[in-house]
Every structure is written in structure tokens, then in C-alpha cells.
């Protein structure tokens, strides 16, 4: 069954914190995308990865960090310099070879502090 | 930052009506991308029209694009409840990561 896995589907965080959220991906796909989205609102970037162990930042990569060490994984942790993570996240990855840049999203993490 | 903005925010239709909803864009673009979201859910690809295109049909969607004013529409014919989503428009411009526009919420009344 191919696809993005994203988990938890929930999580919550603790003052303080850091959390890892997962996306797996089984599509054989190069790049790699993490995006942030806010009730009502779009989709902004966080980060994102053309290659295995490289990655760029997005445009709200303050208060992130991601690793790309396998082409199927793309870790997002939240740490605890991200004042406001309530939100919810969204994976994704694309396939570079026709140029298109189409996405494939994974279910989603909402991310909620207690 | 935002490069496409949506019009309308919301649109409330009833059942066999068409759904138009607009995108505006800011930069030079390679192509235009319409997604749809289901509530809570992750986004799904719908249509791709390149930068040299003017229109695209994709089933009951249909996808205009003026790059001269910088504006896309996307039109569902005959709406179905089941088309009741979010939809955003999403820019493609070399960079390798898509710019995502705020979205149009459609509700479709049975």
C-alpha cells in the first residue's frame, strides 16, 4: 500500500519540551516536505529535503529541526524554542523527475500543548 | 509568505450548482496546482496547469490561468455534497517547494 505515513495522529507536548513528529514515505520519492498549517488557514513551509542528508529551511524553520538520513524518513522535531506549536502538520513528498513538483500529502499530526 | 490568495474565503452552493472559485499569484510561475482537503485530512492533487497553458479540464473541473494577471480559477460543475472541502491553490516556481494560497472553504448542501 504505497504512500505517506505520518504519526502520531495526536500529540501533545509538554512546557518545555521536545517532540518528534514521523512521516514515512514509500513512494521512492527525493524530496521531502514539512508544512505547517494553522486553523483556517494555509499551508506554510517549514522545511524541506531535495536529498538524502541534506535540507533547506522554509519559511517558519525558527523553533524546528529535521534530519534526512534515509530517503523514506523525514523527522520533524518541535523543540522547546517553538512558543506556539498548537498546529497541525502536514508531510509531504514529490518526485523530481517531471518537473512538476506534484505533492503527496501524508493524514496529517495535530500537535496540541498541555 | 503567501503568494496565492483565494476568493472567495467560503462558498455555500446547493447540490448540481457550479463552484467557481479564483486564485491570485504574485511571482513568475513554472505552474499552478489546485488541492483539495477533506477536514482534518491531508491535501490531494487535483490539476496542474503549466505556466503556457490557458485551460484544463480534469472531469467535472475545469482550471483557467491568466499569467498576464496573475490569476487562476477553478470551476466544479454540477456539485455533488461529496465535493464539500477545503480547496487551495499552490504555486510552483523553481524554488522546489510549493506556495500555498489560504484557501476557499465550499460547502455543498444536499
Known amino acids: 500500500d504505497g504512500g505517506i505515513t505520518q504519526s502520531p495522529k495526536y500529540l501533545f507536548r509538554k512546557e518545555g519540551q521536545n517532540v518528534t513528529l514521523s512521516c514515512e514515505q514509500n513512494l521512492n520519492h527525493d524530496a521531502m516536505y514539512w508544512y505547517r498549517q494553522d486553523p483556517g488557514q494555509g499551508l506554510r513551509l517549514i522545511y524541506y529535503s531535495q536529498i538524502v542528508n541534506d535540507f533547506q529551511k522554509g519559511d517558519i524553520a525558527e523553533g524546528y529541526s529535521v534530519s534526512r538520513e534515509k530517503k523514506e524518513s523525514f523527522p520533524l522535531t518541535v523543540t522547546s524554542a517553538q512558543k506556539n506549536p498548537t498546529a497541525f502538520y502536514l508531510c509531504a513528498s514529490s518526485s523530481d523527475g517531471s518537473g512538476k513538483n506534484i505533492q503527496y500529502f501524508g493524514a496529517g499530526t495535530r500537535l496540541s500543548v498541555l | 509568505s503567501q503568494q496565492g490568495e483565494e476568493d472567495p474565503q467560503a462558498l455555500s452552493i446547493q447540490e448540481g450548482e457550479n463552484a467557481t472559485m479564483n486564485c491570485s499569484y504574485k511571482?513568475?510561475?513554472?505552474?499552478l496546482q489546485w488541492y483539495r482537503q477533506n477536514s482534518g485530512r491531508g491535501l490531494v492533487h487535483l490539476i496542474l496547469?503549466?505556466?503556457?497553458?490557458r485551460e484544463k479540464h480534469s472531469g467535472r473541473l475545469r482550471v483557467t490561468l491568466d499569467t498576464s494577471k496573475k490569476s487562476s480559477s477553478l470551476l466544479i460543475t454540477a456539485s455533488r455534497a461529496a465535493d464539500t472541502a477545503s480547496y487551495f491553490c499552490a504555486t510552483e516556481t523553481g524554488r522546489r517547494a510549493l506556495t500555498f494560497g489560504s484557501g476557499t472553504r465550499l460547502q455543498v448542501q444536499p
Open positions: 496547469i503549466r505556466s503556457n497553458e
Open positions: 511571482t513568475s510561475i513554472n505552474n
